[in-house]
């Protein structure tokens, strides 16, 4: 079957009839956007770093589009689907770059992330704009559909270079914050300091923006809503050497100390991949935080990443890192950029996580073949149903090549619509005359993906001692160079 996309950019609307993709047999995918924009600035056809939310039978997905190799994208993208995943509607955010608009007032944007504020009824897609290549501070788009989307606000004052911003909603009638959204960035010019700013009208006014009370600084932080209110955020430090996590109990009027939730130990990927062990976060209907990154503290040499896993009930106390069992670890299979789902309407013993993910089938590749998998626990990650292979592989000289890499994205999107799982992923095909082909693709509507056969387990695993990372921790300028 096609699958019929509409989509807009400034005034004009297009359609884009995409014809689902086969996996290596187990999934169809469906492609939902294409890159429709001709500046010679920036690289076309590309779409990289999504993220997505499914609320109820909606999905909406943001990601960049055109990208720049120096960083930033020519506008950020949207695919909505109304009937979960069944059609998908695509377009841009209006009034952020000048090459959406010759009027809007940046040049480039990146790091889009998107929420849905339950008490407002609206959509709050979060941008980072870009003026040449500096970030500047956050601005955020609001929408009662998904589809239409206002001209964003800015959610604080300038910065001197923003950075890697995520936005999030207390979404739980119960909680005395109902209705408070966070968004989190990074100043990257003021040593990565970290900067937290709510809202409690839906999206139209911000601020002050405040700090951790011991002006703690990071990067790549993901904010979640525990039900009683209480915010966590799981943010990479300066160093990119540890995950820390820090609270607020009071609607973002203040926020506490920083503390270790683990270190990260992870292991740089080959073929020039652009990859960060930034952390994927998501809470369950009972309050319980998990949260994922890439890390190699279970190889030996710390030759391959696996995906690893920690869960807190109250953001200050962690579990130790166990391993999600995609691969035995004498594979020489390399994972990498995981995005985690956990389905709101479950908890505890019996909640349902979801993880996509990349991997190269031998992490010694000469030539190396990107590929994209799924795998999904229904206890909490006690135990983990066969991984699905959603891709075929290609080539990741295929993908749009930034100063730091080949890019898929820093980070990827996973959510639940329903009892199903969606990741939303950058496949590229081979270039042709000059043009990429990189674009956004998600499994088609239907089941679940749950794998019949053994349930797969790392129980009583141990890391290798003395494990570390297979690399020097990069310099402040190298890190705000390969986030944007």
Known sequence: MRATLSFAVGAAFFVLTSMPLASDGTVTLVQTSTDPFTNNSSMHKTEVEPDILGVGSTLVSVFQVGRFNDGGASDIGFAT????????????LPGITKIEHSGNPWDRASDPTVAFDAKHGLWLAATLPLL??????????RSADGINWSNPVQVGPASVFGDKDWITCDDFPSSPHFGNCYVEYDDAGNGLLINMVTTSDGGMTWGPVRNTSD????????PVVQPNGTVVVAVDDSGEANILSFTSTNGGASWGRSVLASSIIDHFANGNLRT????SAGVDHAGNIFLIWQDCR???????????MIVSSDGTHWSAPARVPIDATTSIVDHFIPGLAVNPSTAGAHA???????????TNCSTCTLRVGFIQSTNGGATWRTPVKLTGPFNVTWCALTNQGYMVGDYQGTSYSGSTAFGMFAIAAMPSGGTFNEAMFTRSGGPSLMQPGFELSSYGERPVPHAHSDHPRRTLQQIVESSI
């Not at 040449?132 to 788009?141: E, F």
């Open 298 to 308: 279970f190889r030996n040499n710390c030759a391959e990443n696996d995906i690893v």
């Open 132 to 141: 040449g290549t500096t970030g500047q501070t956050p601005v955020v788009s």
């Open 81 to 92: 689907s109304a009937d979960a995943g069944a059609h998908w509607t695509m377009g841009f």
């Open 352 to 362: 349902h996580l979801g993880i996509t993910y990349y991997y190269y089938t031998n």
């Open 215 to 222: 002006f703690a600084s990071g990067i790549g932080g993901q």
């Open 276 to 279: 960060e062990a930034f952390s």
